[in-house]
């Protein structure tokens, strides 16, 4: 592997939709400890199996309906209760969902797809403090699977949208969650910003509607921002400064189930251009509907105009996952309030704004930019070790950049840097790091030295 892929940061988000299932039971399975008769057993089952059916067809609320006639019959079973709480979620009814998840986690508390499903709704709800601990449960039962590791990124990062959330306290707002994740709008100079809108003719799924929710998304948007955004919309994408697009292509997208994925660039002004991606694929189990991209739409088009956060109240179009009991997409009062304040206020710096400053540095091969940022975000959050870990990187691959150049004088410093920050931590990037620093050193005729810090594995 090459060493730059190594320090690679780890987190990666998924969507927890993605990875919910209903799970069948046929006739022939092996069946519960169960009061319920020979025949009770049967009907649950085909209850069952009747609302698997309805499920892979959309149609929830009849779904609903069976596996509550299945939990009646043979209420033991906890898969009955799992597939009723995926129902009752998928219909948006987060209380009910849970409770019944709840009820199948304590019947079998190692079934791993239940415990997804109850973290699934938490998550609905905005409870993301609830929804860490039942993942954290699906990792302890295992095995270890490509699928428990994408469950430990989700767990990370979930942990900081916890701890960013935990600023989400207005009625009104939620706009310091928002400024404590970004700090980049689009500069007064810029407006009116320049939208580039691509036809979607040809796409699978696309309809022509489509086009007009996008349109009105970003209408909505700069109507709430009373009077700071401005937009034109131009005929060609490279006069644009924001520009759309409609695929059915999910590679890269770090979260589906918020219907689209939207990439920025920054400078020193600010946000410079963004790049949205709708989607048009059926987020299964249930199919793509009118509602979901009007919805998506408005929530891509907020992150574009600079909210790179979420809200944590499900209402709001910001909300980091499509809710389930959404019908007629609006901009909220929270949402209007927060788009107001976001350009009207002296954002200041937190530290994860510039540790998401380091991070555009980072990508753009900025590294001497990307250690600054992170060295004050550091400053201002110790503790924290998403901006150490990034720091580390950042020396890493400020040394590695600099050999590539042609210096084998400057790289030292960086490399020790690196090792300083990584010495306490021993986590997999240690190793990686004596190794290439050992390297160096005996490249540049410093063998003594070398031997010294090969020691330190």
Not at 116 to 145: H, M, Y
Not at 196 to 205: P, Q, T
Request: proline share 5%.
């Amino acid at each position: 592997m090459p060493l730059r892929s190594a320090l690679k940061s780890s987190l990666v988000k998924i969507t927890l939709a993605s990875i919910l299932q209903v799970i069948a039971l046929g006739a022939d399975r092996e069946a519960s400890a169960s009061a319920a008769s020979p025949e009770e057993v049967r009907q649950a089952i085909a209850a069952n199996n009747e609302g698997m059916v309805l499920v892979n067809n959309g149609e929830f609320k009849p779904a609903a309906d069976k596996f509550e006639t299945a939990c009646k019959l043979e209420p033991e079973r906890s898969l009955f209760h799992c597939n009723y709480g995926f129902a009752l979620l998928k219909l948006g009814h987060f209380d009910g969902a849970i409770a019944q998840l709840e009820e199948s986690v304590k019947l079998q508390p190692d079934f791993s797809r239940a415990w997804i499903n109850l973290a699934v709704a938490f998550e609905s709800k905005g409870d993301t403090a609830r929804a860490i601990p039942a993942l954290k449960r699906v990792v302890e039962i295992g095995p270890p699977s490509p699928e428990i590791d994408r469950i430990k990124a989700h767990i990370e990062l979930l942990s900081k949208e916890n701890e960013i959330g935990n600023l989400d306290k207005s009625e009104t707002d939620y706009v310091e969650s928002i400024k404590a994740r970004n700090k980049f709008r689009w500069a007064k100079s810029r407006m009116p910003i320049k939208v580039f809108m691509k036809s979607g003719e040809g796409v699978e799924n696309f309809k022509p509607e489509y086009e007009t929710f996008l349109k009105d998304a970003f209408d909505q948007w700069v109507a709430a921002s009373n009077g700071q955004l401005s937009v034109e919309f131009v005929k060609k994408a490279k006069d644009a400064d924001i520009t759309t697009e409609w695929t059915t292509d999910t590679t890269g997208v770090l979260n589906l189930s918020e219907l689209g994925d939207t990439r920025y660039k920054c400078d020193g002004q600010g946000m410079a251009s963004a790049m949205i991606r709708m989607l048009l694929v059926d987020p299964k189990p249930a199919k793509l509907t009118p509602v979901m991209v009007q919805w998506g739409a408005l929530h891509e088009v907020g992150h574009a105009f600079g909210l790179l956060g979420h809200s944590r109240n499900p209402g709001d179009v910001m909300f980091s996952v499509y809710p389930a009991n959404a019908e007629n997409p609006k901009l909220t009062a929270r949402d209007v309030a927060t788009i107001q304040k976001f350009y009207a206020e002296d954002l200041g710096d937190t530290w994860l704004s510039l540790n998401e400053a380091g991070n555009i540095a980072a990508k753009n091969g900025d590294y001497a930019l990307a250690i600054t940022q992170y060295e004050k975000s550091v400053a201002l959050k110790p503790e924290s070790n998403v901006p150490t870990q990034n720091l580390i990187r950042a020396n890493y691959n400020q040394a590695l950049y600099l050999l590539q150049k042609g210096d084998t004088k400057s790289p030292d410093q960086y490399f020790r840097r690196a090792l300083e920050l990584e010495k306490d931590r021993h986590d997999e990037n240690y190793p990686v790091i004596i190794k290439s620093y050992s390297q160096y050193l005996k490249m540049v005729g410093r063998t003594k030295e070398a031997a010294e810090i090969e020691k330190l594995k």
